[in-house]
T-cell receptor, first 111, second 114 residues
Framework: DAGVIQSPRHEVTEMGQEVTLRCKPI?????LFWYRQTMMRGLELLIY????????DSGMPEDRFSAKMPNASFSTLKIQPSEPRDSAVYFC?????????FGSGTRLTVV | QQQVKQSPQSLIVQKGGISIINCAYENTAFDYFPWYQQFPGKGPALLIA?????SEKKEGRFTISFNKSAKQFSLHIMDSQPGDSATYFC?????????????FGTGTLLAVQP
């Protein structure tokens, strides 16, 4: 099993641009989570899905953030327009019963 | 609103010593308490976890101690090694599959000196 696969690993973009982060979950895992990690705020849950349906998006900071899971094999997190304060590492994690498996993350830098 | 408080923020331990990281929670509806280990440039990885019906769980050099009445749990790393140097996160999960989301502590940066 290749684990949770995220792309890109690194993204540098200019303020105002659209950014799309991608995640391929582990096959058979029915929950998918998007987290954001910063030094100041630690690991923050942004949104999570169960069987491709968004369950809780209360952690999404602003309307500039959106997430989709069109099928069990793929999810995206989009930021439009991006701002420098969005710079962080974004993790995707999947879960079946107990124990989350995290991807390696996408380090986003908005300049 | 932070529901899991973790301390210390950073910790320096000599090789062979015991590393102890503490967490406290407020929500009595939590039913699963994992610890995650994160190395630089990597995602957090599950290290060890405990359910509230037991007071201790041990896996190799890693032990979780759980005090349900005090709503506290801790991670003990025995015989700490330089390879254990990483950031450690405690977490807690609410009851029921519908609330299957982990709330993380703020993390502890552990440095084990050779």
């Amino acid at each position: 099993d290749a684990g949770v696969i995220q792309s890109p690993r690194h993204e540098v973009t200019e303020m105002g641009q659209e950014v799309t982060l991608r995640c391929k979950p582990i096959s058979g895992h029915d929950y998918l989570f998007w987290y954001r990690q910063t030094m100041m705020r630690g690991l923050e849950l942004l949104i999570y899905f169960n069987n491709n349906v968004p369950i809780d998006d209360s952690g999404m900071p602003e309307d500039r953030f959106s997430a989709k899971m069109p099928n069990a094999s793929f999810s995206t997190l989009k930021i439009q327009p991006s701002e420098p304060r969005d710079s962080a590492v974004y993790f995707c994690a999947t879960n079946y019963h107990y124990g989350y498996t995290f991807g390696s993350g996408t380090r986003l830098t908005v300049v | 609103q932070q529901q899991v408080k973790q301390s210390p923020q950073s910790l320096i331990v000599q090789k062979g010593g015991i590393s102890i990281i503490n967490c406290a929670y407020e929500n009595t509806a939590f039913d699963y308490f994992p610890w995650y280990q994160q190395f630089p440039g990597k995602g957090p990885a599950l290290l060890i976890a405990i359910r509230p019906d037991v007071s201790e769980k041990k896996e190799g050099r890693f032990t979780i101690s759980f005090n349900k009445s005090a709503k506290q749990f801790s991670l003990h790393i025995m015989d700490s090694q330089p390879g254990d140097s990483a950031t450690y996160f405690c977490a807690a999960r609410g009851y029921g599959g519908a609330t299957n989301k982990l709330i993380f502590g703020t993390g502890t940066l552990l440095a084990v000196q050779p």
